[in-house]
């Protein structure tokens, strides 16, 4: 797998909106595309989001593990869904080594539902063109 | 005489479609689910119904006066548990927006399939043989193999099920046959029960 990238990813949502300024996007999708959680489509944050909903918690090793990133990355990603209280960080020991477990708060699990809803219209909107 | 070099560079590609790239990310979310391996299709409240299907099927089964027709019990516990099992896990997927054969789930089936269409073929010989009172240590024998075969794809707690069916699957044959319907009753209902809350509390349903 490729190693995700830095927030530089934030492209994804300017291509849309460069899309849209071709008109290749119809009209019902490009509503869509307005209400896209920006926060969350960035790859990484994508990733983590997804992969703690599917888990009760997971530790930042396992995260960067299964994200194939970098603890830097990994660490300014998180820290951003932190903030908009999408994921919640504990931190304890574990002996003598820190451990740091994230936690999917309700509001990230219905950001993702919306944006799995977006995609999905967005879908069809191009189908039903 | 020096080569010509074009002013202009060629077009740059077009940006792919929207819709491609809204599949893509789907597709993302799924494989990183996927790989996150903490889902399972198989429904820990389905397990839950099935569990309780087994232990009225027990009670019912340990009134019958024959072990040919205790197996009959069974067989129609097990269709209806089967039954309900399926509409659970197609319920949870879809709930989850998972594909129900993609992936790990793929796996479970055809790992979790070949025992259980043995069970199916053994229970016809024993049953021509005269053996029906062998046939529920053989079903939980095998069903327990399928489900550790099928629980390598999916969450550690399922593998742990399977063994727990084959070791009681060991003790209904080597045990009075009088006592297979309450083995039934403890590993088919009280697994499914003990198993699938957490279950369904821990691996979203």
Redesign the interface.
């Known amino acids: 797998m490729a190693k995700h990238g830095t927030a530089r990813d934030d492209r994804n949502v300017g291509d849309l909106r460069t899309v849209r300024g071709k008109s290749e996007m119809p009209s019902a999708a490009s509503s869509r595309a307005d209400a896209l959680d920006r926060l969350i489509h960035e790859r990484l944050r994508l990733g983590i989001v997804s992969a703690l909903a599917v888990n009760d918690s997971l530790s930042f090793s396992d995260l960067k593990k299964l994200m194939n990133t970098t603890d830097g990355n990994l660490s300014v990603h998180a820290r951003k869904l932190e903030e908009a209280e999408y994921i919640s960080c504990t931190k304890s020991f574990e002996g003598r080594m820190p451990k740091t477990q994230y936690r999917l708060t309700p509001a990230g699990r219905r950001a993702l539902e919306r944006y799995l809803d977006h995609m999905e219209a967005l879908i069809r909107a191009t189908r039903e063109r | 005489m020096a080569s010509v070099t074009p002013l202009h560079r060629a077009p740059a590609p077009e ?1 792919p ?3 491609a ?3 893509d ?2 597709a ?2 799924r494989d ?2 996927e ?2 391996g ?2 399972t299709a198989v429904s820990g409240w389905g397990m839950v119904a099935v569990g309780t299907i087994a232990t009225v099927a027990a009670v019912i089964a340990s009134s019958r006066h024959s072990a040919v027709e205790s197996v009959y019990v069974w067989l129609a516990a097990a269709v209806l548990a089967t039954v309900t099992m399926l509409w659970a896990i197609v319920h949870k997927a879809r709930q ?2 998972m594909p129900l054969l993609s992936g790990p789930g793929r796996k479970f089936v055809l790992s979790f399939s070949p025992p259980m269409f043995v069970g199916a073929l053994i229970t016809i010989v024993l049953y021509r043989a005269g053996l029906p009172a062998t046939i529920p240590g053989m079903w939980l024998l095998l069903y327990g193999t399928a489900v550790v075969a099928g629980g390598a794809f999916s969450v550690k707690i399922v593998p742990v099920m399977g063994i727990c069916f084959m070791l009681a699957g060991t003790l209904a044959l080597f045990t009075p046959t009088s006592w297979n319907d309450w083995i039934m009753a403890a590993a088919f209902g009280g697994l499914h029960i003990g198993f699938g809350i957490p279950i369904a509390r ?3 349903g």
Request: charged share 15%.
């Open positions: 940006p479609a929207l819709h790239r809204a599949m990310n789907l993302f979310i990183t689910m790989a996150a903490a889902f989850a927006r821990r691996h979203g």
